[in-house]
C-alpha cells in the first residue's frame, strides 16, 4: 500500500512541463526589460536532447503521512518522459510512461494498467496540464503555462528589494510567477488555478554544472488547496545528459486494464 501511494501521489503532484522556445531575432531588438530578463534566463537554463536521471530519492509527504522512495527518470525532450518507481532495492513496482498526448500507468504488482490524457487533469483539478508543461517543470525551464511558445508581451517584469526578478503571466485558466535568481537562475515557480483553491509551487536549488548542463540536485513540489497540502521532494544523485537513451514502451498485454478513477482512490 504505501508504493502504491508513493506512485500515485508522485504521478498526482508531478503532473500538476512546457517546452521553451527561444526568442526570434525580431524580439531580439525590443529593448523591453522583461525580454531582456527572460533572454537571459533562457540562456542560463539547462539545454539538453536528453536527461537520464539513474539514482533519485523521493520523498512524498501528504499531510502526516510520509514515504520515502528511490526511483529513477529518463526524458526524450519534446517526446517521452518515463518515471519508475522502485521501494525495494530496485524492483520497479510502478511505472509511468508519459508522452505528448497521453500518460500510461503501469501497476507491476497487480499486473494491471491504466490510461489517460492531459484533460483528465483539467476536469477534475481545473488545471491545464501538457507533456511540455511537465518537462518544463522537472527541468527548471522557462515557460508560459499553455502556449508553445513565450508570449513576451504578456509577461510583467517585478524587481524584487533583494535584486531578484519575478515574472507574471497568467491565461484563462491560470496565474504563474517565475522568481529568477541574480545568477539568471530559476528558483521557483508557481501556478494557480483561477477556477478552484488548487496551486503547485515548484523550488529548485543546488545548481551544478553536469557535462556542461546547469542543472538542480534539489526540485521540492507543493501541491494543494486549502485543506490539503502534499509535498514531493526530490533528490538527484546521479543524472546524466545527451546520452543514447533507448524507450521501451511496456506491453500491455501482460497486464489488465483499469479504470484510472479506481486507482486514485486506492
Known amino acids: 500500500m504505501k508504493s502504491k501511494f508513493c506512485f500515485i501521489f508522485a504521478v498526482l503532484v508531478l503532473v500538476s ?3 521553451t522556445h527561444l526568442i526570434s531575432k525580431r524580439e531580439q531588438t525590443v529593448t523591453n526589460p522583461v525580454v531582456q530578463v527572460i533572454e537571459r534566463v533562457q540562456k542560463t537554463q539547462p539545454q539538453f536532447k536528453t536527461v537520464n536521471v539513474s539514482k533519485m530519492s ?15 527518470c529518463k526524458i526524450q525532450k519534446d517526446s517521452v518522459l518515463y518515471l519508475s518507481i522502485q521501494p525495494f532495492m530496485g524492483i520497479e513496482m510502478f511505472r509511468a510512461e508519459m508522452t505528448t498526448d497521453s500518460i500510461r500507468i503501469f501497476d507491476k504488482m497487480n499486473r494491471r494498467y491504466y490510461v489517460t490524457d492531459y484533460s483528465y487533469f483539467s476536469n477534475r483539478f481545473g488545471v491545464n496540464v501538457d507533456f511540455s508543461s511537465l518537462q518544463s517543470l522537472l527541468t527548471a525551464q522557462f515557460f508560459c503555462f499553455g502556449r508553445k511558445e ?33 545568477l539568471n537562475l530559476i528558483n521557483q515557480t508557481l501556478l494557480k488555478a483561477k477556477n478552484s483553491n488548487y496551486q503547485l509551487q515548484t523550488t529548485y536549488s543546488d545548481y551544478t554544472q553536469i557535462n556542461g548542463v546547469n542543472f538542480p540536485q534539489k526540485i521540492l513540489l507543493q501541491a494543494g488547496n486549502q485543506k490539503t497540502i502534499a509535498t514531493c521532494d526530490f533528490s538527484i544523485l546521479k543524472v546524466e545528459f545527451n546520452t543514447n537513451i533507448k524507450f521501451q514502451p511496456t506491453n500491455p498485454e501482460r497486464f489488465s486494464r483499469g479504470d484510472i478513477e479506481q486507482l486514485l482512490k486506492k
Open 17 to 19: 512541463c512546457k517546452t
Open 58 to 72: 523521493i520523498e512524498l509527504q501528504l499531510n502526516e503521512r510520509k514515504v520515502n522512495v528511490s526511483a529513477t
Open 150 to 182: 513565450i508570449l513576451t508581451d504578456s509577461c510583467k517584469l517585478v524587481v524584487l528589494s533583494d535584486g531578484q526578478n519575478k515574472i507574471n503571466f497568467e491565461n484563462n485558466n491560470m496565474l504563474q510567477s517565475t522568481k529568477i535568481s541574480t
